[in-house]
């Protein structure tokens, strides 16, 4: 089975960066392992995902050239790095793991999340 631990989440101002790391264990070389984003009172949101077999990755259109997804084969850990972030950026992050890219519904586990809250 599947586990995902995040870490890296906290507070920044606009601006700034932060690396968020999901350690993966489990037959997760079958899976995308990818980000989603929550807040209260909207829909979870994709924000990137990579391929675990071919590193193929995807983006949000929202983050896409200030994020950065990757992926350390020997920690088995995939990290996002956040720059330039913007106070809409705050959000629950969760790390997930699935056979899909994109769509939350193709994911199957999940971490607890972690939080980033981002400053004016």
């Known amino acids: 089975q599947v586990q995902l631990v995040e870490s890296g989440g906290g507070l920044v101002q606009a601006g700034g960066s932060l690396r968020l790391a999901c350690a993966a264990s489990g037959p997760t070389w079958r899976h995308y392992v990818g980000w989603f984003r929550q807040t209260p009172g909207r829909e979870r949101e994709f924000v990137a995902t990579i391929s675990q077999r071919y590193g193929t990755v995807y983006y949000a259109t929202s983050v896409k050239g200030r994020f950065t997804i990757s992926r350390d084969n020997a920690k088995n850990t995939v990290y996002l790095q956040m720059n330039s972030l913007k106070p809409e950026d705050t959000a629950v992050y969760y790390c997930?793991?699935?056979?899909?890219?994109?769509?939350?519904?193709?994911?199957?586990?999940w971490g607890q999340g972690t939080q980033v809250t981002v400053s004016s």
């Open positions: 997930a793991a699935g056979g899909r890219p994109i769509d939350s519904n193709a994911y199957d586990y």
